[in-house]
């Protein structure tokens, strides 16, 4: 089916029930034939909607498995500006992502990194911080630059000892919020060569937030928002999920609606098909590395 | 003997507690057996159980050996920054000592990154055996010694840890930016979407 065919077909449906709704709210008598108009353009929305899942998950490479490029060849056809996602969940999520990025490479000009925390996570935060100054400093020793960085805090989806009735509020609210994180530029990017800034990559490595995030970038690409060509979801199964996956691997496995798809443990990948990347974590530089050891 | 620090950390996890484990390393002939081997301090962060470990320290204050000094505390904000590094060596002051753990992910990942021998000891009482499952991965790849709370198992798997220790040298050599120890291993900045082949997404647009 042609782009602009699905266009119009998905505008047209939400006008009719746009208008069928307007309709019955000003004039009731009019209840069946409304009815009627608001059940049929919603079936045509969800038309729109299925039609739109399956062409952006079947434009999507049946291979999940990551095309390896070499950050430093010049190979790589990097916008003018690069801007990544992270998003960051409980401690143990967040000290596997930012080892994982921690890995020794430090040529970041042009490029920006956004790190989307959960309120109240002061962990994550203290850990970025640590590693965004251990990056800063590895820099300057090489003589590069670490490029820029942000944070941006959504409300948690479910904070500790909050009334189990107020939760789906929260969680959807969480969810909202996460679109400005997706959409709103870097301070300092904006006005830039890039145009429309959108992160390239966004990086999920299990947290229950990771799906959301992807959830949001495929609605926001449904809805013909954003380009297909960025916010491509690298989905990298948690370190500590050695036989199974975890709830948020599960989804995205089974919904098709991230990019790359990756675990760090064979027993899991051969489980459910998928490429096992290796333990990607001990790809982390060490304190050794960090600084040469006093004992010796 | 020359006055060398050697410390060793115990650790359960900041939520839930460990109570076997804190309680055999608690053990008078536990202590005994860490001041022959050359340690000066025993650490314990035991969570949840830290009133009934402290009053169980008090107890037996009278038989920590000589030497050797034992403390319990319930957790701390940053355990690698506060903890950790106590157990690394430091030339003149302190040879490596070792950390005893539950078979958390965050606190392998840690020692791993500090580089300290790790005893790891699955917590069999957790309804999910996530954990027996990581302690038996971590043993079959070499990255760490398990064990059962109990301390005379302890006292073998720290025999045993200090030869794994010296082996491992060897494996994890510090590196420069390219050079990966795991060769099988991607690199996440280099990780980037298959690209969709030119005709079919041509077609796509075409039809």
């Not at chain 1, 069946?32 to 062409?55: E, N």
């Not at chain 1, 799906?211 to 954003?226: N, R, T």
């Not at chain 2, 050697?6 to 839930?16: D, E, I, P, Q």
């Not at chain 2, 990942?109 to 300290?116: C, E, I, M, S, T």
Request: charged share 20%.
């Amino acid at each position: 089916m042609a782009r602009s065919t699905i266009i119009a077909f998905g505008l047209a449906s939400a006008v009719a029930l746009g208008s069928a709704i307007f309709t019955i709210t000003s004039s009731p008598r009019l209840l069946k034939t409304s009815l009627l108009t608001i059940g049929a353009s919603s079936i045509a929305l969800l038309i729109f909607a299925s039609t739109r899942h399956i062409q952006l998950v079947s434009h999507r490479s049946r291979n999940r498995s990551p095309r390896q490029l070499n950050s430093q060849n010049s190979v790589v056809q990097r916008a003018p500006i690069d801007y990544n996602l992270f998003v960051l969940g409980s401690g143990g999520h967040t000290k596997e992502m930012l080892m994982m990025m921690d890995d020794g490479f430090c040529d970041f000009a042009d490029f920006h990194r956004r790190y989307l925390i959960s309120s109240g996570d002061s962990m994550s935060e203290n850990h970025v911080q640590d590693y965004e100054e251990s990056l800063a400093s590895l820099c300057e020793a090489r003589g590069t630059s670490p490029g820029t960085y942000d944070k941006f805090i959504v409300t948690r989806a479910r904070r500790v000892h909050q009334p189990l009735w107020s939760t789906p509020f929260t969680a959807l609210l969480s969810i909202v919020e996460i679109f400005p994180a997706l959409l709103i530029p870097p301070k300092g990017l904006v006005g830039m060569k890039m145009k429309p800034c959108y992160p390239s990559r966004v990086f999920s490595n299990g947290p229950a937030t990771g799906f959301f995030v992807a959830l949001a970038v495929h609605l926001l690409k449904m809805a013909y928002l954003v380009p297909e060509s960025c916010m491509k979801v690298i989905y990298i199964e948690s370190w500590a999920r050695i036989s199974t996956l975890s709830l948020t691997g599960k989804l995205l496995f089974y919904t098709g609606i991230a990019d790359v798809f990756v675990t760090q443990h064979q027993e899991v990948a051969t489980r459910y098909g998928v490429q096992n990347a290796g333990e990607i974590v001990f790809n982390s530089r060490r304190l050794d590395d960090i600084e040469p050891s006093p004992a010796k | 003997m020359a006055a060398l620090q050697r410390n060793c950390l115990v650790t359960v996890g900041a939520t839930v507690g460990f109570k076997q484990l804190t309680e055999q390393v608690l053990q008078p002939a536990f202590w005994q057996f860490l001041s022959s081997e050359g340690f000066t301090s025993l650490r314990i962060q035991c969570g949840p159980d830290v009133s009934w470990a402290s009053a169980q320290l008090t107890s037996l204050q009278d038989e920590i050996p000589q030497g050797l000094t034992v403390d319990v505390f319930e957790s701390t904000k940053n355990l690698m920054k506060d903890e950790m590094l106590l157990c690394k060596a430091s030339s003149g002051s302190r040879q490596t000592g070792l950390v005893i753990s539950h078979a958390g992910t965050g606190t392998i990942l840690d020692a791993w990154k500090v580089g300290l021998p790790v005893i790891v000891v699955p917590n069999e009482g957790l309804l999910d055996n996530h954990q027996a499952e990581m302690a038996k991965h971590l043993a079959k790849e070499g990255y760490a010694i398990t064990s059962t709370p109990s301390y005379t198992d302890l006292q073998g798997a720290i025999h045993k840890v200090n030869l794994l220790w010296e082996e491992n040298k060897s494996r994890w050599p510090p590196h420069e930016v390219k050079s990966q120890k795991n060769p099988s291993a991607l690199r996440l900045w280099d990780m980037h979407p298959q690209e969709v082949e030119k005709e079919e997404d041509a077609q796509m647009t075409n039809d």
